[in-house]
């Protein structure tokens, strides 16, 4: 897998999740904040969760000191704030990608290469 192929993946994804914010501005916080919409979920738990992974995943790929974040268990952030905490990551894998090679994009982890687990991610 090439590089720019997995930056383009990231490069959507976080359009998309920028896009999705802006849509929200102004949302009822009674919306944002309902659960058991989705299983346990609701609109802000699923996008706080998505954040989750997006986190975790950089630290299980490029190892961080310390226990993976949960930011699911904590209370749930507001849009604005959680929009800040997805910008701040972005920054995270900005210059996390300044490191990459096809070489290292094909290395395993868990005998799966890492694009596919950043391929994931982008699903999630």
Do not use: C
Not at 22 to 41: N, Q, Y
Not at 48 to 63: M, Y
Request: charged content about 25%; overall charge negative; aromatic content about 12%.
């Amino acid at each position: 897998m090439q590089v720019t192929v997995v930056r383009f993946l990231l490069d959507y994804d976080e359009w998309a999740t920028r896009r999705l914010f802006r849509v929200m501005d102004g949302l009822d916080p009674e919306v944002w904040s309902r659960s058991h919409v989705i299983d346990e979920r609701g609109l802000g738990g699923i996008l706080v969760h998505q954040f989750g992974a997006l986190v975790r995943w950089r630290h299980r790929l490029f190892p961080v000191e310390g226990e993976l974040p949960r930011p699911e268990v904590g209370p749930l952030p507001t849009l604005e704030q959680l929009a800040q905490m997805f910008d701040a990551e972005r920054k995270h894998y900005a210059d996390w990608q300044l490191a990459w090679t096809d070489e290292t994009l094909n290395r395993r982890w868990q005998d799966v290469p890492t694009w596919q687990w950043l391929a994931h991610v982008v699903n999630h």
